[in-house]
């Protein structure tokens, strides 16, 4: 089972650094976002009716690792394509993001998927097999 | 002379806070961008272009407000309608921030051009006549 | 009514743009924080510890103004002086900016506190009179 | 040679999501503060001080990868040390952060010592044996 999203993002002026740069920690809140969007796309539903349809706490990183081969820039539109590799209680997604074919990013992430418990702790919990069915179909 | 934009922006969990809105200084953020944007639409150059072929270093802000009267979560696709309104040296921007029609935040900018000189500084400068007139022909 | 709090700030490499000065929005973060130093210390509560304790879902801002003078450059370790005057449901915030004595920036911010309501909706709800004695009393 | 840097962070609440822990990208910046603090005090020089005494221009990452063992949040104050490992022309920097004693989040980057071309491009150069000495003496 693997499903993949390409989306295109802006890099802006305030994501960028003195060395007129891209500031690497940006590039993680691309990716999070490109997570969100693969579900989205999947589930029909943005993130804040996910967590209400499938009554959970959201999919917190484990891991991640990322190289970077090629900075961008203020003005450059990326392209991120994401790739996504279900386990029983966990996920896999992979990022690339790219400029003009280029790729600049590759991004490797471990996601769990987490339930608020009585006691207010968070604690991982089996996918649901209705979201995995809804990835199998696309 | 008053030229205006209107741009699409989505709201995303990592812009939310604990409370489950958007934590306001990503508001700001949105409206730098929409300021970028308005430009690029009128000039056709992207703000990275716009730096090299008006020989400038940006246009810093030198006074904001802003009013909050609905918040926005994580999945608002959230619209926002920015005004300009040129100066001799200066510009001053509103945005206009609404979701499905209903303001949530209006915003007052007012933003200096400015050049670099040969000891570093950055300082005031006219804004080029070349750039108010392709902001008339609008 | 007033109290005040001052604590000093490291403007970070990722704070700022190409331009080599901070990008603004990081302001909003900076007073942001400076607002919640304000109540740890009336409070001797962290914000999380607060939230618990008088049972609130925080102060979202509803108002904020600020007047930027002069820039600041990473490695700027800024000081920052925070005053507050309480009105019924909400208060107002002062924050000064400064480095080396010189005022960078100068905001004003309103605020409201508010609860969640058992439909999940945040409402403006009076400040506790608790919470009013401790700022009193300092 | 191997040089480490230990200092104490507070997580704010807007470095929080709606779930209450922190947003990952967050403790990537961090880690960028961490690694300017760690030269910042073998060096005696803020980066920006540190780009004009040695003529270069950043030391972008190359690689980074990171473990999330336990989640932070808003009101903690975490400790984050810091070691270095020179290469040639790169360095490696481990990063572990700890609340209360327990490891939170593990990081290991890779950066290279980049100066800026004629052409306006970045490049790798070697590590400047003055820094490197700077090290070794601490």
């Given at each position: ?21 891209i500031?690497?920690?940006r ?26 349809t ?22 450059d539109?990326v ?5 996504i ?54």
């Amino acid at each position: 089972m693997l499903f993949s999203n390409t989306r295109v993002v802006r890099i802006d002026w305030g994501d960028c650094d003195p060395a007129g740069i891209i500031f690497y920690p940006r590039y993680f809140e691309i990716f999070d976002d490109s997570t969100s969007a693969l579900f989205e796309r999947a589930l029909g539903l943005t993130k804040i009716e996910m967590l209400k349809t499938y009554n959970f706490s959201g999919f917190p990183l484990v891991h991640t690792q990322a190289r970077f081969m090629q900075p961008t820039r203020f003005g450059d539109d990326v392209t991120v394509e994401s790739k996504i590799n279900f386990g029983h209680r966990s996920f896999e997604i992979d990022h690339r993001l790219s400029l003009k074919g280029v790729t600049c990013v590759e991004c490797a992430e471990k996601r769990v998927w987490v339930v608020r418990q009585p006691n207010g702790r968070l604690k991982s919990h089996p996918v649901p097999e209705e979201v995995l069915r809804k990835f199998r179909v696309i």
